[in-house]
């Protein structure tokens, strides 16, 4: 049973394009996360979700929009993909105290 | 502000050494500390983590660490290093009263030599 689960793996598209990442988790946690890591490994929280509810939303340019129909999923939505939007996206959930997060495998996104 | 270093970049041991992985933390308060490990191709995995109490604790695959309130410190160690523990490591800190919000350090690339 996967945990944290994401689609797609992969993602390659064209600069100006719109995408969509799917996450979702079983453990019943309620809290989801969005992380962006480049490709220095570097990881930088974009959003964070409690219960359906935007929590953390750090600085990151508004073409990027989450949504969260329930508290087992957590969509993020680009709008007019550009060259830097290159990474891998990884999604995440945890439970309150203790607070420890559990990670999905990762989406890749490849933008030319 | 807060922050986390993590000092080390990229660490090279031998397979059967010992491995310290350093991270230093500034934070107004001691915040729960967590080790995360990313292996190649993977989501992260958590190690493991320190809220309060003993302030050596022991992880999954061997690994333990020690918190020093003095040195605002959480480093990570494993007395024998196997080839499948080249990874990427994570520190993460994060503050009861913004929980939920870690702040990862910048990561430590571990090579393994046979």
């Known amino acids: 049973d996967t945990a944290v689960s994401q689609t797609p793996k992969y993602l390659v598209t064209q600069m100006g394009n719109d995408k969509s990442i799917k996450c979702e988790q079983n453990?019943?946690?309620?809290?989801m996360y969005w992380y962006k890591q480049d490709s220095k490994k570097f990881l930088k929280i974009m959003f964070s979700y409690n219960n359906k509810e935007l929590i953390i939303n750090e600085t990151v340019p508004n073409r990027f929009s989450p949504k969260s129909p329930d508290k087992a999923h957590l969509n993020l939505h680009i709008n007019s993909l550009e060259l830097g939007d290159s990474a891998v996206y990884f999604c995440?959930?945890?439970?309150?105290?203790?607070?420890?997060?559990?990670f999905g495998p990762g989406t890749r996104l490849t933008v030319t | 502000a807060q922050s986390v270093t993590q000092p080390d970049i990229h660490i090279t041991v031998s397979e059967g050494a010992s491995l310290e992985l350093r991270c230093n933390y500034s934070?107004?308060?001691?915040?729960?500390l967590f080790w995360y490990v990313q292996s190649p191709g993977q989501g992260l995995q958590l190690l493991l983590k320190y809220f309060s109490g003993d302030t050596l604790v022991q992880g999954i695959k061997g690994f333990e660490a020690e918190f020093k309130r003095s040195q605002s410190s959480f480093n990570l160690r494993k007395p024998s290093v196997h080839w499948s523990d080249a990874a990427e490591y994570f520190c993460a800190p994060e503050r009861e009263t913004n929980a939920g919000k870690s702040t990862f350090g910048d990561g430590t690339t571990l090579t393994v030599k046979p």
């Open positions: 995440a959930s945890s439970q309150a105290d203790p607070y420890e997060q559990y």
């Open positions: 453990l019943g946690h309620d809290t």
């Open positions: 934070y107004g308060a001691t915040p729960y």
